[in-house]
């Protein structure tokens, strides 16, 4: 997704270049514009050293440049292919997101934390979305194993660090507002049958 990316490259922009507003959005602009253009991790950010004149980064170590999948984000491996899905109920409209990989170990879980708990906060919300919300939650635990049998991402082949994989999926809201609707559900039901 175009927006998560924006954002992980301005936290990035913020703590490797730093300096004013204005600044940083000069070399934010450059690290995307190098990215829209096909450029790759490391070509973004020494895009975005040289738009404000910040030294470029040391030469990455050879065996960075040897292959091996890579994360979209921070360029470290271990990295693995995979999609993330998150599902927005508006009523009658909805929305189907995903955001694909490579991910390393922390800034896949990121992803993942957010998508799904965004799925269960407010996935349900809709005929459709009622159904589809508990899918697209059960295909993103299923793959979960693929983000959490990865080793911590290697400090020596980040372009930049990797994400904070933030607060499990048991300390945000998504699971305990998606339990309260399925018990309205039931009650609800129950009493319509009991009578
Ligand atoms: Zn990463």
């Excluded at 096909?38 to 065996?63: D, K, L």
């Excluded at 934390?113 to 899918?135: K, Q």
Aim: include cysteine; aromatic fraction near 10%.
């Amino acid at each position: 997704m175009g927006e998560d990316n924006r954002r992980l490259w301005a936290e990035w922009v913020a703590r490797e270049i730093g300096g004013d507003e204005g600044r940083q959005r000069t070399a934010l602009d450059a690290a995307l514009q190098s990215l829209q253009t096909g450029g790759t991790v490391s070509e973004a950010s020494n895009a975005a050293r040289a738009a404000v004149g910040a030294t470029p980064a040391p030469p990455p170590a050879t065996y960075f440049q040897t292959g091996g999948t890579r994360c979209r984000f921070c360029g470290s491996v271990p990295a693995v292919p995979m999609t993330i899905y998150e599902h927005n109920g508006y009523l009658i409209l909805m929305t189907f997101k995903n955001l694909k990989g490579p991910f390393c170990r922390d800034c896949g879980l990121n992803v993942w934390r957010r998508m799904t708990d965004a799925t269960l906060l407010r996935g349900w919300l809709g005929m459709f979305s009622f159904f589809i919300a508990p899918v697209t939650a059960l295909i993103n635990v299923v793959n979960l194993s693929k983000l959490t049998s990865l080793p911590a991402p290697d400090p020596n082949s980040s372009v930049r660090p990797p994400a904070d994989p933030g607060q499990g999926l048991f300390r945000r809201p998504g699971v305990y507002v998606y339990v309260g609707v399925i018990a309205i559900v039931l009650v609800y039901f129950v009493l319509v049958l009991s009578r």
